[in-house]
């Protein structure tokens, strides 16, 4: 139904810090005495260009919510991945935490309560509104579905495999 990732507001001062590298390294490199300090000038750019623009965008891309209509899928990590699954039938409470910035960009932070000890958190999940009503609405008709099958298991098992009706 939905595959999400957290809102890509995080990117916007590590990609002001890599247009400010940039211009410093345009403006510096070629104007020092030394060819050696021109050297550092670029090496000392590219380093902080990985640390902070690239780590940061790679850390976005590896975070991912994908809502199916059976279960949440939380796949998250850079060198060790992890995915946990939560499925709509074991039913759940959701959630919603904003502060003024998030509300703003219609974003927020969706708590997701299963009974277990620790909570599933989308963080700055966009249009935070559309996905709590949605995993209300498959929460709703999963736990529908799990009753009418009860129902049914229920009624069949007055049957007996070998005599037919007891």
């Known amino acids: ?26 403006y510096f490199f070629g104007n020092m005495a ?19 623009w690239l780590l940061p965008l790679g850390a976005w891309l590896t975070k991912r919510y994908t809502i199916t209509t059976r279960r949440i899928i939380f796949r ?52 935070v509104d559309l996905v709590q009503s949605a995993l209300h609405d498959l929460m709703e008709k999963a736990s529908t579905v799990i009753g009418s099958r009860r129902q049914e298991q229920s009624a069949h098992s007055d049957e007996s495999a070998f005599w037919g009706r007891r």
């Open 1 to 26: 139904m939905a595959r999400l990732r957290p809102h890509a507001r995080v990117l916007v001062w590590p990609t002001l810090l890599l247009f400010a590298l940039a211009g410093g390294t345009g």
């Open 34 to 52: 030394e060819p050696w300090q021109n050297a550092a000038v670029l090496g000392g750019a590219i380093a902080l260009a990985v640390i902070g």
């Open 76 to 127: 998250h990590g850079f060198f060790v991945r992890t995915r946990q699954e939560l499925l709509h039938s074991r039913g759940y409470d959701v959630s919603v935490r904003q502060n003024w910035v998030q509300a703003g960009f219609h974003s927020g932070t969706v708590l997701i309560n299963s009974g277990l000890e620790h909570p599933l958190v989308l963080k700055d999940v966009p249009n």
